[in-house]
């Protein structure tokens, strides 16, 4: 059960933060580590309480491991356990409450207004065919508009989308729905890749198929396109567009949506709602993004700092 756990919270990050093959050997090496010292004592993922992960931290600093090690591997059981406790494989959260070692946290890279712009024309020509050019120009639209993870992107059902919405209901962690607004071209894709949508489920229906529930659907397990999926398309994406692929993934969609509309002079609170997050101290992150944007900015173009 705990190795099915770790397999599972990696997948998830590979589809939804593009962890890159390091940080997957991170993961794996942090919380198998910490699963042999549970089965050490008889225990495992599925009935680790508090104690047992402060106890498990307290043997890391007894090995003489250093804070930003234990930071580390405190922040990889933390994350595993909310992805736990997001899928319901668990009723609580045993590492919420656990102090670590403080680590300073990195800001998420962000994308420039120009390198959005380029993400979605290449959008609009990449697909072996018509139908494909307006599903990614519909997903990327709705995508930047809004703010969504990708898990609530791609899951999205048909109906919520239905009659030209201003409007998305979002349903997002831990089944807590939000309402997000459209913009215009994103309105007009969503208008578009619906009409087409509907001719090829119609189609499939005729020759015997049934219709999917999901605005986005797939022939794969899930019936939808998947977090892998989407990601795999973004990246080509920026290829496509001449953005550094190393720059994108679904979550930098996500981050761009929030530092613009701060940028732009949306209040804090505001974007907490509209990302769906259930504290603005997570929000708050995009204050230092674009501090240190304006920062570089004055250094870059003030003529004081020219020569210094």
């Known amino acids: 059960m705990s190795h099915h756990w770790i397999q599972a919270f990696i997948d998830a990050q590979v589809a939804e933060q593009g962890a890159a093959e390091n940080t997957q050997l991170a993961y794996a090496r942090d919380l ?3 699963v042999q010292w549970l089965e050490s004592r008889n225990s495992g993922l599925e009935d680790a309480s508090q104690s047992d ?37 668990r009723r609580d959260h045993p590492a919420v409450q656990v102090k670590g070692p403080r680590k300073s946290k990195a800001l998420p890279k962000v994308l420039s207004v120009e ?22 120009t519909c997903l990327m639209e709705l995508l930047y508009a809004t703010g969504m993870r990708v898990s609530e992107l791609v899951g999205l059902p048909v109906e919520a989308a239905r009659g030209r919405p201003k409007l998305l209901l979002v349903r997002g962690k831990g089944g807590k729905e939000r309402m997000v607004p459209l913009s215009p071209p994103a309105r007009a894709a969503l208008t578009d890749w619906i009409s087409a949508r509907d001719e090829t489920e119609e189609a499939a229906r005729g020759n015997g198929g049934t219709a999917s529930r999901f605005l986005f659907p797939s022939r794969g397990k899930s019936g939808h396109v998947t977090r892998n999926g989407f990601y795999l398309l973004i990246k080509n994406l920026a290829v496509a567009g001449g953005v550094s692929p190393a720059k994108v993934t679904p979550h930098t969609l996500r981050h761009a949506f929030a530092t613009h509309l701060l940028a732009n002079g949306a209040d804090l609170r505001s974007i907490q709602t509209l990302l769906g ?28 700092a020219r020569g210094h």
């Open 32 to 34: 198998n580590g910490f």
């Open 53 to 89: 992960i402060e106890g498990y931290l307290l043997h890391c600093e007894a090995q003489g491991l250093a804070k930003s090690t234990r930071a580390r591997r405190l922040a990889a059981i933390r994350q595993l356990y909310r992805f736990v406790f997001e899928e319901g494989w």
């Open 115 to 136: 390198e959005v712009d380029r993400l979605l024309a290449a959008s609009r020509k990449h697909g072996r065919n018509l139908l494909e050019r307006k599903r990614n």
């Open 277 to 304: 997050h259930s504290d603005v101290s997570t929000t708050e992150v995009y204050t230092h993004v674009v501090d240190e944007r304006l920062k570089q900015l004055v250094l870059d173009h003030h003529p004081l």
